[in-house]
């Protein structure tokens, strides 16, 4: 064993799948420890290869854990045994939707970097700390992007913080509490904030490499799901303050609403071209002046939506009784159809189906089976704007006096920011008066506001359990669960699904442990809900 | 799209993979360490018993005993309940039994079998209501996830007993452990209804008054299910039923139903007869199977309930028509006695005040692409748009066929005399043995009478026939009497009566013309209000698609000319005593000519 020399080499696997073989060869094609690591390219690759691992298999799992167990998508034609049990709340450890090992890949692919890269100065001349702290920092940021997927659907997990690189390492390890897993993905992220490039030398490099933009809205997010409301803000607003995203701006005619000559009110339409811009920019060609980091897709390395989302396959498509009329409300005048949110059908979702993954235009055709480009984006300067605006709430909530009313103008300010340049639809539940706002309503509103802006982009089932896990599920915030309950399992699951929540620990509000992760590491306990 | 991942050298791309070794093998040379492996670990349930699990050895001896070993020995597919001894002592105490070997063969027969369901049914496949398989007793099982207080969730089976170990898979089935014996309640909805506390008098006195009670009771052979709906006092009251004196309130129900009823106004036991006939169904329907359809017929002769799911809520009887709107009453789910399962079926309690209503014929002028997928569109109605649909796209309109068939959703670009659709909309459908060979289409809410079915098209093809077919569940199809051709021309030299008494009518409101048609397929009979469906096969033709615009059922009393309709969706009357009938001016498009007849 000791011997062994290896490991560190990737196509190994690729090349030699039974274990014996893996053992026993050196690797003829593959590179070694030894030989790899000498100079920075070979750093900037490895880095690179982190992104790659992204791709391969996490963004999938994104999508589904944060949409299944939520109530915009439900079971298309084609059912999927696997995802129709979540969405009905039948959730086991066998189901392969909870295998989280791609995710560890990434985490490993960073730990490797962050082992090695520091080394490769003593023989590289030409790679500056400077350097090597920038690749370091898009490591820990990667990294700390998958353990915050990771707490916050598994809760406790195994932290990693090490290279597997050798044999005789202790691969068991037990979880860890998620809050301590929290703590110290804040503490990495501090210091990706001050060590990560602020832009690279293409857009396309700027959106979809880490930059400190990206580890800071990623701060942002953990802070806001730690409840440290003021340190959100303030990261936020490091982001908002930089001048270096913006909401995709959209034209917008007035259309007066009349009776007899009358007028009552008046409605905005946007104008359709804007529209188109906005889907097309985001959702076509990516790289959008709204996106802080995203993972791309080429026509050779497609994203997985083809296999669930493809209306010919069929397999999920949008809860349109919830979606279309609840989630995005109808326009206040029926006579006025046009003035609708553009986020809506044309764009989320058209017909059944997930449009954003699926068409080419608001009105185009539907991609092909090897045109499945769209960029999956993990974070957009409407995140950072409404992360902002709901700790603003929470900060006026848990506050007491006049002041209350400033913090809760800031949130609406803040979200409607959002609102306009999508040209959101003036519901009464929209309907804030300056000086007498109640805060649980603005909070309702914010929660809303982002299932819109972030339909099907893996948030909505994040955002609920945020809610509803808040000040450790005071007042009626688990309703927040129960409705979503309501909302998206079956009749007939409907009653059981809600007993489930009310399970008094939480638990059954996290996923299962995959159960060959169970069978392989006896140190890893099963989620108590789950070990019947 | 180009991105920069990919301009990186490959041979780093592999760094992917490395670690989902890692975690799921660690070594490989431990993993085979500390494993038993068998050849076949597959043990039956009985075996399963003894070997891994003697908490539940009491219910193999009983099982023993009553002559069940075999079966739980034998390859099978089954599903067992299983008490722990524990549960099966607890229940010997209460019931002041030594061991329930003191029960003759025959009961412990009956006990072994009420615990036993012949087909494989994993926790996952529960619903919140009865299995969907009979237990071996033929009496079915309830389920549903319950949390109380500060305790876990946990499946309650049947209303007594909590699942204490789950889906535990054996060779011939899956065992469930629970923790109390499970009993089937012995009595029927007859009995129960009898022994309902006393805010539910007046139901009682009702239904024993029309006999009810006993037709409940004494119907006990298997296979015979009733569902009875439930009116509490409180149920009565919200309709200004009182209840404090019961007669008081029997002769409230019994205007109420002569105002309902006209036909059996001189009748006091013919109405409370319906009445009651109309609480009950002849099926075994629980609240979640009440809330997947959209009907039940009711006993009493051509009645149904309707229901609708909203949000966490079931509606039954709610009702809208372009003239009335009918609120409905909730399902009372929290209520002890819904969902409550008797000998012979199951009670469901409702929170409102429901009665057998007669609702006239009243005419639907439906737009058939007024789809609920359809209205979701960002092309609804959207001029020079089109979306195709594949067949299971659209969840009312079900069609199939060979080579691949599918329907186009169009909204023409422009008027003009041969595109006067309704909306502008229409579908494109091609109908013909070689393509589209079957629709089967859910009509919009009808109300009990006679229609005369008119499809509205623009004609295409030539000599693609097809047939119609109404169906309503529970009652005969009725195949309607014409054949329809889709390339018949609309003969406008005609007047409008030799063209109705040929089974066609202009049904465009602005300018007649020989491919804007309406033909009558004929006569139905809805026996029920509901949601029914039409069916259509095509006869023959090989030729192109033809132009779908509208379904209108008018009552075969009413006027079947009038309206007609301009391309808004306005409704246009000829104005009476007006010999020049309609005004033109006043048909959209306004700046257009009016051609055809505009009086009659």
Not at chain 1, 47 to 56: L, R
Not at chain 1, 434 to 442: F, I, P, R
Not at chain 2, 508 to 514: C, R, T
Request: hydrophobic content about 35%; some cysteine; charged content about 25%.
């Amino acid at each position: 064993m000791k011997n062994l020399k290896i490991l560190f080499s990737f196509l190994v696997l690729l090349l030699f799948g039974s274990c014996s073989d893996w053992l026993n060869l050196e690797p003829e094609d593959g590179v070694t420890v030894d030989e790899f690591w000498k100079t920075k390219e070979q750093v900037n690759s490895a880095v690179i290869g982190c992104y790659c691992s992204i791709q391969a298999g996490p963004v999938e799992k994104m999508f589904l854990w944060g949409e299944l167990r939520a109530d915009m998508v439900e079971n298309g034609a084609y059912i999927s045994s696997s995802y129709s049990n979540i969405i009905d709340g039948e959730i086991s450890p066998e189901n392969k939707v909870v295998n989280w090992s791609s995710l560890y890949t990434v985490i490993n692919n960073c730990n490797i970097v962050l082992k090695y890269a520091p080394g490769v100065r003593d023989v590289d001349g030409t790679f500056t700390e400077k350097q090597l702290k920038a690749y370091e920092a898009e490591a820990l940021t990667v990294r700390a992007m998958m353990y915050f997927y990771l707490v916050r659907s598994f809760k406790d997990v195994p932290l990693s913080l090490e290279a597997y690189t050798s044999d005789d390492q202790d691969l068991y390890l037990p979880k860890t509490s998620g809050d301590v897993i929290l703590d110290t993905l804040v503490r990495d992220l501090k210091i990706a904030v001050q060590n990560a490039p602020v832009s690279y030398s293409t857009t396309a490099s700027s959106k979809s490499r880490i930059t400190a933009w990206t580890a800071r809205a990623l701060l942002a997010d953990i802070y806001l799901w730690q409840e440290k409301y003021a340190e959100c803000a303030q990261t936020c607003q490091e982001i908002i303050g930089s001048g270096r995203f913006s909401m995709i701006p959209v034209e917008k005619t007035l259309l007066e609403v009349t009776d007899g000559g009358v007028v009552l009110d008046t409605v905005t339409v946007a104008n359709e071209s804007d529209a188109d811009q906005m889907f097309i920019n985001s959702y076509v060609n990516g790289n959008s002046v709204e996106s802080i980091f995203e993972i791309p897709f080429t026509t050779a390395e497609n994203n997985p939506f083809y296999s669930m989302l493809a209306p010919t396959i069929n397999v999920l498509r949008p809860k349109l009784d919830v979606v279309d009329g609840t989630i995005f409300p109808d326009p206040v005048y029926s006579y006025a159809s046009e003035a609708t949110d553009i986020r809506g059908s044309g764009c989320s979702y058209r017909a059944n189906v997930c449009w954003k993954y699926v068409g080419t235009s608001r009105t185009g055709a539907v991609r092909t089976a090897t045109e499945y480009t769209t960029p999956w984006i993990v974070y957009k300067y409407s995140d950072v704007l409404l992360m902002k605006a709901e700790a603003m709430n929470q900060i006026g909530l848990h506050t007491s006096g006049e002041i209350v009313q400033d913090y809760y103008q800031q949130a609406i300010d803040l979200m409607d920011e959002v609102r306009t340049a999508r040209n959101a639809v003036a519901t009464p539940d929209y309907d804030f008066v300056a000086g007498d706002v109640d805060g649980k309503s603005l909070e309702k509103a914010i929660l809303e506001e982002r299932a819109r802006e972030f339909a099907y982009e893996g948030k909505r089932w994040y955002d609920v359990l945020r809610y509803a896990k808040r000040d450790d599920y005071a007042g009626s915030n688990l309703q927040y669960l129960i409705n979503l309950a309501i909302s998206s399992a079956s009749p007939q699951k409907q009653q059981s699904l809600i007993a489930k929540y009310k399970d008094p620990k939480h638990n059954s509000h996290y996923w299962p442990i995959y159960t060959s992760e169970i069978e392989t590491n006896k140190n890893l306990e099963q989620n108590e809900f789950y070990a019947k | 799209m180009k991105t920069i991942y990919k301009k990186i050298s490959n041979g780093i791309l592999a760094l992917t993979t490395v670690v989902t070794a890692v975690f799921s093998f660690s070594s490989c040379t431990d993993y085979l360490e500390g494993k038993t492996f068998l050849t076949s670990d597959d043990v039956m349930i009985d075996e399963y018993i003894e070997q891994k699990d003697p908490s539940m050895s009491e219910f193999l001896r009983v099982a023993d005993k009553a002559g069940f070993r075999g079966m739980l020995h034998a390859y099978g597919t089954n599903t067992c309940f299983i008490p722990s001894n524990d549960a099966i002592e607890v229940y010997c105490q209460r019931q002041g039994l030594d061991s329930l070997e003191e029960l003759s063969v025959e009961e412990l027969e009956s006990f072994v079998k009420f615990h036993i369901v012949r087909d494989t049914i994993k926790t996952a496949e529960f619903v919140d209501g009865r299995l969907s398989t009979a237990t071996m007793l033929g009496k079915y099982l309830t389920t549903k996830t319950v949390q109380e207080g500060s305790s876990d969730p946990v499946i309650r089976v049947n209303r007594q007993a909590n699942i204490i170990d789950e889906d535990i898979r054996a060779a011939n089935g899956i065992i469930h452990k629970i923790d109390y014996v499970l009993t089937p309640n012995p009595y029927t909805v007859g009995e129960m209804i009898e022994m309902l506390p006393e805010n539910y008098s007046l139901f009682k006195m009702i239904m024993e008054e029309s006999g009810m009670v006993d037709t409940l009771t004494n119907n006990k052979e298997s296979g015979k299910w009733y569902t009875v709906f439930l009116q509490s006092n409180e149920s009565f009251e919200t309709a200004g039923i009182p209840t404090s004196d019961l007669q008081v309130g029997r002769d409230s129900i019994l205007a109420k139903m002569k105002v309902a009823q006209p036909d059996y106004a001189d009748d006091d036991a013919k109405l409370l007869d319906l009445f009651s006939r109309y609480h009950i169904v002849n099926r075994l329907a629980y609240v979640t199977d009440l809330s997947l359809t959209s009907s039940e017929l009711s006993i009493a002769t051509n009645q149904v309930l309707t229901f609708k799911t909203n949000k966490d809520s079931l509606l039954v009887n709610e009702y809208q028509s372009l003239t009335k709107f009918e609120k409905g009453v909730n399902v009372n789910k929290a209520s002890d006695w819904t969902d409550y399962s008797c000998y012979n079926g199951v009670m469901i309690d409702l929170e409102g005040y429901i009665q057998p209503v007669k609702r006239g014929a009243e005419a639907v002028y439906w737009e058939l692409t007024d789809q609920p997928e359809i209205k979701k569109l960002k092309e609804y109605r959207k001029a020079g748009s089109w979306v195709t649909f594949q067949p299971g796209e659209l969840s009312e309109l079900s069609f199939g066929g060979k080579n691949n068939p599918t329907i186009t959703y169009v909204v023409a670009s422009a008027w003009d005399v041969k595109t006067q659709y309704v909306h502008g909309d229409y579908f494109e459908i091609p109908m013909r043995p070689t393509l589209l060979q079957w629709m089967e289409i859910k009509t919009p809410v009808l109300t009990e009478g006679v229609y005369n079915v008119w499809i509205c098209w623009r004609r295409g093809g030539d000599n693609n026939k097809f047939k119609t077919t109404f169906k309503q569940d529970g009652k005969e199809d009725q195949v309607l009497p014409n054949v329809f051709d889709l390339g018949e021309y609309f003969n406008t030299s005609n007047t409008p009566e030799v063209n109705l008494n040929n089974g066609m009518k202009q049904y465009n409101a602005k300018s007649k013309n020989s491919v804007v048609c309406s033909r009558n397929c004929g006569a139905i009979k809805v026996e029920y209000t509901g949601r029914h469906t039409l069916r259509i096969d095509a006869l023959s033709g090989k030729s192109q698609a033809a132009w779908w615009d509208m379904i209108q059922f008018i009552p075969v009393d009413e006027n079947q000319l009038w309206p007609r309709f301009d391309n808004l969706g306005t409704a246009i009357y000829p104005m009476e005593n007006d010999s020049a009938g309609v005004n033109c001016a006043t048909i959209s498009p306004y700046d257009q000519p009016c051609v055809g007849d505009l009086s009659n």
